[in-house]
């Protein structure tokens, strides 16, 4: 019950992640780059259009090739919560590696090799900061928003 029936709830569930994820992990990478002020948080926000058009993109590209990853991790046997954890952790180390250099490139508003010199350095820090904003925050409101959905549309076919 909480997870996407059809594609309309699965670009539901995409907003709802896709928006809380680039408000919060944006903001925190840039606040680690270039230090933490009202100004630098500001200044993080005027990309974030942009960084949510490139995170959407990419969701839409790595979505199969994570599935497929995290098939390969989990058992049909698994639990529910185990499967949600390795897809979660297969959807964000894919998107992190592709995030910290176009991030780093939509953020500085310039292409550089700078990102790709600096991946090794900065890329654990921003996969690391992407999981927990994903598993403790954006995807359980996507969740619970499904969930509650999911409740309301069960409820009004039973009545």
Known sequence: MRLPRNKKEFFL???????????????????????????????????????WI????????????????????????????????????????????????IGSWLGQRQISMTPIYEFFHKWPRNFAIAFAVEALIAQPIARQVLFTLHTKQDSKQVA
């Open 13 to 51: 569930f995409l907003g709802i992640v896709s928006v809380l994820s680039v408000l919060i992990i944006a903001p925190l990478i840039t606040m680690f780059e270039i230090g933490s002020s009202v100004n630098n948080w500001l200044m993080s926000l005027k990309g974030v259009p942009f960084i």
């Open 54 to 101: 490139a995170v959407v993109i990419l969701v839409l590209l790595v979505h199969g090739p994570a599935d497929k990853l995290s098939a390969k991790i989990v058992d049909e046997a698994d639990s529910f919560n185990a499967k949600i954890i390795v897809n979660t952790l297969c959807n964000v180390l894919l998107m992190s590696i592709f995030m910290t250099v």
